[in-house]
C-alpha cells in the first residue's frame, strides 16, 4: 500500500465537523467560567453559536459526553505540556526536571485557566466519568511523572526518615485503587516517596491554584517570583541529603 493511499486526505466534511467541535469545546470552557460548573447546558452552546439543539446533539449526545470530552482534551494536554518541559532537560539532573515539571504546570495553568478549574475545581454536578476512560489515563500520567521525578530526586535515607514522620511506611494509609494505579506507571515505588510526591504536588497545586482563583495577586504582586521560590527551597529539600 503506497503512502498516498495510507494517508488519505481529510474530507472537507470531516474538516467541518473537527472546527465545530472545537468551536463546542471552547464555549463550553467560557461558559464553565462564566456560569460555573452547573451551567453548562448543550442548548445553550447552540444558541451561541446559532445551531439547532437537534445539530449539536449530533456532535455530543449528552451533556456528560461533552464533559467527558473536555476533561480528556485538558487532562491530555496538561500531561502533554508536563512531559514536554521534563524532556527538554537533562535525563540524569532529576532537580531540574521537577523545577521544570513545575514551572510547566504553572504556565499551562495560567494559559488555561478554565481547563485548570475543570480538572481541579469544583465537579460539574451530576457528572458520572467513564471508568477508566482518557482523563483517568491521561491522570496516571501526569500522577507517574511526577512519583518517577521525586523518586529520582529524593535520596532513599530522607524518604525513610520522612515516613516514619508522616506514618507513610507501608502502603495502608492509601486507598488500594490509588495504589493500583500508581504502582501500574511506577511498579518498584515505595511508599514514602508516594507520600512525598503528594506533598510535593499539593505545594505547587496550592499556589498554583491560588493565582488561578484570584487569591494570591491582591496579597503579593509577583505570584511567579514566589512560585519559583517555593520550587528552589522544595527540590533543596528534596535533593539535599540528611544527617
Request: aromatic share 6%; hydrophobic share 45%.
Amino acid at each position: 500500500m503506497s503512502s498516498a493511499t495510507a494517508s488519505q486526505p481529510v474530507s472537507r466534511r470531516e474538516r467541518l465537523r473537527a472546527e465545530t467541535t472545537r468551536e463546542i469545546t471552547a464555549i463550553a470552557l467560557k461558559q464553565l467560567a462564566t456560569e460555573g460548573p452547573g451551567g453548562l447546558s448543550l442548548r445553550g452552546i447552540a444558541r451561541e453559536m446559532g445551531m439547532t439543539a437537534r445539530a449539536i446533539y449530533s456532535y455530543f449526545a449528552t451533556r456528560d459526553e461533552l464533559v467527558t470530552a473536555l476533561i480528556r482534551d485538558v487532562s491530555t494536554s496538561l500531561a502533554n505540556a508536563l512531559e514536554t518541559a521534563v524532556h527538554a532537560v537533562p535525563a540524569g539532573d532529576p532537580g531540574a526536571g521537577l523545577l521544570a515539571w513545575g514551572e510547566a504546570l504553572r504556565e499551562w495553568a495560567l494559559a488555561n485557566p478554565e481547563g485548570f478549574r475543570l480538572i481541579y475545581g469544583d465537579a460539574v454536578p451530576g457528572y458520572q466519568p467513564p471508568e477508566d476512560g482518557p482523563a483517568d489515563q491521561a491522570a496516571r500520567r501526569i500522577c507517574g511523572g511526577l512519583n518517577r521525578l521525586v523518586a529520582a530526586a529524593c535520596p532513599p535515607a530522607a524518604a525513610s526518615a520522612d515516613s516514619a514522620r508522616a506514618g507513610t511506611a507501608d502502603w495502608s494509609p492509601f486507598p488500594p485503587s490509588y495504589v493500583a494505579k500508581v504502582r501500574a506507571e511506577v511498579p518498584d515505588l515505595a511508599p514514602e516517596v508516594a507520600a512525598l510526591a503528594l506533598r510535593v504536588w499539593g505545594r505547587m497545586h496550592g499556589l498554583v491554584g491560588l493565582e488561578i482563583h484570584g487569591h494570591l495577586r491582591p496579597v503579593y504582586t509577583d505570584p511567579a517570583a514566589l512560585y519559583r521560590a517555593e520550587l528552589r527551597e522544595l527540590v533543596r529539600s528534596l535533593t539535599t541529603p540528611t544527617g
